[in-house]
């Protein structure tokens, strides 16, 4: 069964931080690129992490140096460590594949994430 499920997102202040996880049915995780990406209000959902499964990472250049992706593969986890957080920030955050292929173009719920004073 597919399944994903984001949780850790809530309200910070600008400058904050927060960690993201991510628990993923085992046929997604193992094997797979897995990414975070966010989708802010009226604006298309895009990519701003991902780690291959030996632990390659890429980033966004907006995230670039402020957040960071790792997995435990033993866990079937995906985190995102966000730090010096920024309004533009705020967004729902979702894990998924990269890319995002799997079959009925799933996703999870996702989690919420604000940055405001």
């Known amino acids: 069964q597919v399944q994903l499920v984001e949780s850790g997102g809530g309200l910070v202040q600008p400058g904050g931080s927060l960690t993201l996880s991510c628990a993923a049915s085992g046929r997604i995780f193992s094997r797979n690129r897995m990414g975070w990406y966010r989708q802010a209000p009226g604006k298309q959902r895009e990519l701003v992490a991902d780690?291959?499964?030996?632990?390659?990472?890429n980033y966004a250049g907006s995230v670039k140096g402020r957040f960071t992706i790792s997995r435990d593969n033993a866990k079937n986890t995906v985190y995102l460590q966000m730090n010096s957080l920024k309004p533009e920030d705020t967004a729902v955050y979702y894990c998924?594949?990269?890319?995002?292929?799997?079959?009925?173009?799933?996703w999870g719920q996702g989690t919420q994430v604000t940055v405001s004073s």
């Open positions: 998924n594949i990269v890319p995002p292929l799997l079959p009925g173009n799933y």
């Open positions: 780690i291959t499964a030996v632990g390659n990472t």
